[in-house]
C-alpha cells in the first residue's frame, strides 16, 4: 500500500470507492462521494490522500477549510474518510488519518475538526472540546485536535459542499 496526493485522473476512481465504502455504514448519508465531488470543484479540497493498493485506490481523506465563529484562520474539517470494504480493518484508514495530519502540521494549520466515532479518532489526538461547537451534533462526537495550543473556537461551519443533496 502506498499513500500519495490525487492525480486529476483519480476522481472517478475515488467517487466509486467512496460509494463502496459508505454503502453498507448505518450512518452514511450516501452523499459522501458527491461532497468530494463538491469540494473539488469549488477548490476547497484542501488535502486529497489516495490509499493505493495493486494499482487501486482503496482509500482516500479529504481535508477541507472549515469557518471559526471566533474568525481564526488556519482550521480544516478531516472528511470524509473512506476503506474499500476489502481493505478495511488493516489500518489503512489510520495510515491515512496520520498523513493528513502530518500535511496539516506542515502547512502550520491551527488544528482541525472531525465529526466521527470517539475511540476512533481519539487515537490521533482528536478530543471534545467545549470551546468548539457544530449545531445539531452531540458534543462527544465532535472532536478537535489543536496544533497551535489556544488557537481558536466557537462554533464550526463546514464548507457549503457538505450541504449538497443533504
Do not use: N
Request: with cysteine; glycine share 14%; proline share 8%.
Amino acid at each position: 500500500m502506498s499513500i500519495r496526493p490525487e492525480q486529476p485522473d483519480d476522481a472517478a476512481a475515488i467517487a466509486h470507492m467512496i460509494t463502496l465504502a459508505f454503502a453498507t455504514a448505518p450512518h452514511a448519508s450516501g452523499t459522501e462521494a458527491k461532497i468530494v465531488d463538491a469540494l473539488r470543484e469549488a477548490g476547497a479540497l484542501a488535502v486529497s490522500l489516495v490509499a493505493q493498493a495493486d494499482g487501486q485506490v482503496v482509500g482516500h481523506v479529504a481535508l477541507s477549510p472549515v469557518a471559526l465563529s471566533d474568525g481564526t484562520p488556519g482550521w480544516y474539517g478531516l472528511g470524509p474518510l473512506a476503506v474499500a470494504p476489502g481493505h478495511q480493518g488493516k489500518g489503512m484508514g489510520g495510515h491515512l488519518v496520520a498523513h493528513a495530519l502530518d500535511t496539516l502540521r506542515a502547512r502550520h494549520a491551527a488544528g482541525c475538526v472531525v465529526l466521527g466515532e470517539p475511540e476512533y479518532y481519539g487515537r490521533f489526538g482528536f478530543r471534545a472540546d467545549p470551546d468548539f461547537v457544530l449545531p445539531g451534533v452531540p458534543p462527544e462526537y465532535f472532536q478537535v485536535i489543536r496544533f497551535t495550543p489556544g488557537a481558536g473556537g466557537g462554533t464550526v461551519a463546514y464548507h457549503p459542499a457538505f450541504e449538497v443533496a443533504a
